[in-house]
Nanobody, 123 residues
Framework: QVQLVESGGGLVQAGGSLRLSCAAS????????MGWFRQGPGKEREFVAA????????FYHDSVKGRFTISRDNAKNTIYLQMNSLKPEDTAVYYC????????????????WGQGTQVTVSS
């Protein structure tokens, strides 16, 4: 069982930056592919970014490439999402997710989810 707790959300103006964090419980964090997903107002949840368990490779949705960076610190059981050049359309609840030794990043492959943190970008 893995418990995930997100933090770092808030209100920011367009063009600004935020860094989200997700702290995970458990002793096998390094064996989980970790991801960030988001759900905007009236929208379905969508993939944002993921980082693999074995080689730390990052994957990104096209809409955030070049603006967002996912990273992980296995010693701290934590992942991060650095979000720069934020746009109003980035407004959403951001969720952290974990998948045991998962090589992909499809939503259905993730087993554990956090409660989410709200990010609001004003124009």
């Amino acid at each position: 069982q893995v418990q995930l707790v997100e933090s770092g959300g808030g209100l920011v103006q367009a063009g600004g930056s935020l860094r989200l964090s997700c702290a995970a419980s458990g002793r096998t964090f390094s064996s989980y592919t970790m991801g960030w997903f988001r759900q905007g107002p009236g929208k379905e949840r969508e993939f944002v970014a993921a980082i693999t368990w074995n080689n730390g490779r990052g994957f990104y949705h096209d809409s955030v490439k070049g603006r967002f960076t996912i990273s992980r610190d296995n010693a701290k059981n934590t992942i991060y999402l650095q979000m720069n050049s934020l746009k109003p359309e980035d407004t959403a609840v951001y969720y952290c997710a974990a998948a045991w030794r998962y090589s992909g990043y499809a939503e259905g492959g993730f087993d554990y989810w956090g409660q989410g943190t709200q990010v609001t970008v004003s124009s």
